[in-house]
């Protein structure tokens, strides 16, 4: 179970990571090229697939807690 939270936390890093990569492209009034909103989309892509592995690790421990408070 311990090892489920590390997990999550590590995911949610990463995805903030990823979030201020995003916010990078736009700071300073710079407008992003074509190459850059291929990269954008790439991470946002990753960001994703990140956001469905912490979704579902959180249910994964949602259910373990329930069916432990259940016994």
Known sequence: MEELKITILGLKQD????EIKVDDFGRY????????YFEMISLLE???QIKSQIN???QVVYT???NQNGL
Do not use: A, H, M, T
């Open 56 to 58: 579902c690790l959180e």
């Open 29 to 36: 009034g710079r407008s992003p090229n074509d190459e850059d």
């Open 46 to 48: 990753n960001w994703r």
């Open 64 to 66: 373990i807690v329930s």
């Open 15 to 18: 995805k903030q990571e990823l």
